[in-house]
């Protein structure tokens, strides 16, 4: 019963999820970028706390009606945090875990078995979001000052390359640059095994195809023999 309360109220959250992940990514990103004042900044922060409640209202909910919230509970504590650590202004820079954690809650579930349209997304993902934080973190005191650099070197940074002419040096932009750094070998597994197992499905794709036309082969030349035994009976 309380299983598959969880599992309708998760099915239900998949597209308001998505959809508050993107809001609040858009709002989050014309912070960073276009630093806006006034009323532009003003929506764009409603729009940031709004999303986020969405995301706080979910956790709730699946705590409510879950069986065991206890256990429940002590398994999801980095779902608590992404909850709680948005609302402390020093780290405000924890808010890029709230839209990895909403985009995994809502579109993670609907591109379920998918597997390179979901690797990909969230390589994009992955790579916008640290390029956003990196920046916010680097610009008033570090070598990274342009949406364009940070960018730039989110993508070396994630493949690996490191040239190092863009650089973090304050301590949450090297926060933000290990975490990519393990997420880049990570995504290269994933992109790795992804492949691999592409080929192996067309392999026994091809396999199973070439068993079926050596069956099909073998009966046409059985009903064959049959019919030419059968007229050397009725010549004998």
């Known amino acids: 019963m309380f299983r598959e309360k969880l599992a309708r109220w998760s099915e239900r959250m998949e597209w308001p999820l998505t959809a508050a992940a993107l809001l609040f990514l858009a709002a989050y990103a014309t912070q960073i970028i276009a630093k806006p004042t006034g009323a532009v900044d003003a929506i764009a922060e409603t729009v940031i706390w709004v999303t986020w409640a969405v995301f706080l209202v979910d956790y709730l909910v699946r705590f409510t009606i879950t069986e065991h919230r206890w256990r429940w509970f002590y398994r999801h504590l980095l779902d608590l945090a992404i909850v709680a650590l948005p609302m402390l202004r020093p780290l405000r820079l924890m808010r890029f875990l709230t839209v990895i954690a909403l985009v995994q809650r809502g579109a993670g579930s609907i591109l379920r078995g998918r597997v390179v349209v979901y690797t990909v997304g969230a390589a994009l ?14 610009q008033r005191q ?18 690996t390359v490191g040239y190092g002419d863009f650089y973090p040096v304050t301590f ?13 070998i990570a995504l290269i597994g994933a992109v790795t095994a992804t492949l691999a197992s592409w080929i192996v499905e067309k392999v ?25 035994k059968a007229l050397l009976m009725r010549n004998d």
């Open 125 to 138: 993902l992955v790579l916008l979001i640290s390029a956003l934080a990196v920046l916010d973190a680097e």
């Open 142 to 159: 570090g070598t990274i000052d342009t949406f364009g650099e940070a960018l730039w070197w989110a993508f070396v940074t994630m493949t």
């Open 172 to 184: 949450m932009g090297r926060c933000v640059a290990a975490g990519l750094m393990v997420g880049g």
């Open 204 to 228: 026994a794709d091809q396999t199973i195809k070439t068993e079926h036309a050596t069956v099909n082969q073998v009966e046409q030349l059985r009903s064959e023999l049959a019919e030419v």
